[in-house]
């Protein structure tokens, strides 16, 4: 009939090929026999199939010190968006740049472009509309917990200058941390041949808490007599 006509379904008796580029040309005759006049349109990509965005970095269940994701793009989008979720369910999302969209892997930075709060999980997934129109989303990364600050650590045993007849030491930490080294140096009294010694804490003696007469003994074979210094480094995870 006479008029615009928009998103006309086409049914062919061969299925088109996706990712294949096609001419559309139409063909008829009106009322009168006049033969339709119109321009063929070359070169139109058939895409029927949706694009893969794929979140790499961070993986889930991880505390990060900066907002940086690493993803990977099938191809160029005509939108894509970072949305992000905390654990009451409220999400706010960021649009992606036209490089941020185009195909292929990215190392991008949401510093400034998302408000988010440290200590607080939450969960990232990207989606995206290709040029076809066909919408995609990724994989959710969940509970990921932004961490910028640096532990705290004390000790409380044993005090500068204490003689010990065993070697137990006490100290507290602020949060879990990923790893926990001990380095102990002879500096007086009896000759050590063996010092300094070097302990790295198993994952049981590095959780957020106050901990207690940790043995070291159980570790290394002190020299009787002899003055130590103990020197503590870590990170958290």
Known sequence: TQGTHLDIPLDFAVPLVDGAKYTILMEGVDKAGNSLEGQPAGQVLFDAIPPELVLSAPMSDVRIRELSFAYTVSEDL??????????????????????????????????????????????????????????????????????????????????DGERLNRFLISYEISEPLDSLNVEIIRTAGEPDPNSPYHINLPDYLTPKGRLEDVDLEQYVSFQDGAEYKIIFTGKDK
């Open 78 to 159: 005509s939108l894509a968006k970072l949305e992000a979720t905390d654990a009451e369910g409220r999400s706010q999302t960021i649009e992606l740049s036209a490089n941020e969209r185009k195909a292929g892997e990215h190392q991008i930075s949401i510093i400034g472009r998302l408000n988010i709060q440290e200590e607080v999980p939450y969960s990232y997934r990207l989606i995206g509309v290709d040029l076809a129109g066909n919408q995609s989303v990724s994989q959710d990364v969940v509970n990921i917990v932004l961490d910028t600050s640096n532990p705290y650590f004390s000790v409380s045993a044993p005090e």
